[in-house]
């Protein structure tokens, strides 16, 4: 069985900084793209930013130039780092990855539990 293991969210002030981390446990063929989401309330889920298995990154505009995604393709991790969080920020935010857990099988996204990251102004 495959799970995806959040933490790192919390209560921070504004200007602050967190750190979230997501390990893939479980045996799997290989890990594609990796990301985090979040959702506020009464709002839709939306991407935080993405790590390809190549290194390539992409971000919502709104956190370009504060947070920084990274992985550890050795220990199947990925890394959220934000820094100058704003009351906006706060949302349940998800992990994600598109993996293959054997290699007979297609890809498809996983996801995490959700870790809950409140800004206070």
């Known amino acids: 069985q495959v799970q995806l293991v959040e933490s790192g969210g919390g209560l921070v002030q504004a200007g602050g900084s967190l750190r979230l981390s997501c390990a893939v446990s479980?045996?799997?063929?290989?890990?594609?793209?990796m990301g985090w989401y979040r959702q506020a309330p009464g709002k839709q889920r939306e991407l935080v930013a993405q790590i390809t298995s190549g290194g390539g990154i992409n971000y919502a505009d709104s956190v370009k130039a504060r947070f920084t995604i990274s992985r550890d393709n050795a220990k199947n991790t990925v890394y959220l780092e934000m820094n100058s969080l704003e009351p906006e920020d706060t949302a349940v935010y998800y992990c994600?990855?598109?993996?293959?857990?054997?290699?007979?099988?297609?890809?498809?996204?996983?996801w995490g539990q959700g870790t809950q990251v409140t800004v206070s102004s």
């Open positions: 994600n990855a598109d993996l293959r857990r054997f290699s007979f099988t297609a890809s498809r996204d996983y």
């Open positions: 479980g045996s799997v063929f290989s890990i594609n793209a």
